[in-house]
Nanobody, 124 residues
Framework: QVQLVESGGGLVQAGGSLRLSCAAS????????TGWFRQAPGKERDFVAT????????YYADSVKGRFTISRDNAKNTMYLRMNSLKAEDTAVYYC?????????????????WGQGTQVTVSS
């Protein structure tokens, strides 16, 4: 079983930046593909970004491409999401997720483990 804990959310003005972290409990973190999703009130959970096990490959939703950067440090069992040029529409609960696989996964159903979420609020 893998436990994921997000941190780093908060309130920020439009145009500002935040960095989210996702700490994993498992030493097998390096064998897991990971990703970020977000869910705004009244909406479905949407894909944000994903990164391969080694960190060499990434993929982003069009809505965040060029503004967000996903990365991971397998030595620290931690994944990150750097968010720049934040917009009001980025406001959501952000979830990290891990999948037992070697690819890049954009569907929530592909993930086996989920964190509890961290709130990001962008004021306009």
């Amino acid at each position: 079983q893998v436990q994921l804990v997000e941190s780093g959310g908060g309130l920020v003005q439009a145009g500002g930046s935040l960095r989210l972290s996702c700490a994993a409990s498992s030493r097998t973190f390096s064998s897991l593909a990971t990703g970020w999703f977000r869910q705004a009130p009244g909406k479905e959970r949407d894909f944000v970004a994903t990164i391969s096990r080694s960190g060499s490959s990434t993929y982003y939703a069009d809505s965040v491409k060029g503004r967000f950067t996903i990365s991971r440090d397998n030595a620290k069992n931690t994944m990150y999401l750097r968010m720049n040029s934040l917009k009001a529409e980025d406001t959501a609960v952000y979830y990290c997720a891990a999948a037992q696989g070697s690819g890049l996964y954009t569907q929530a159903s592909s993930y086996d483990y989920w964190g509890q979420g961290t709130q990001v609020t962008v004021s306009s």
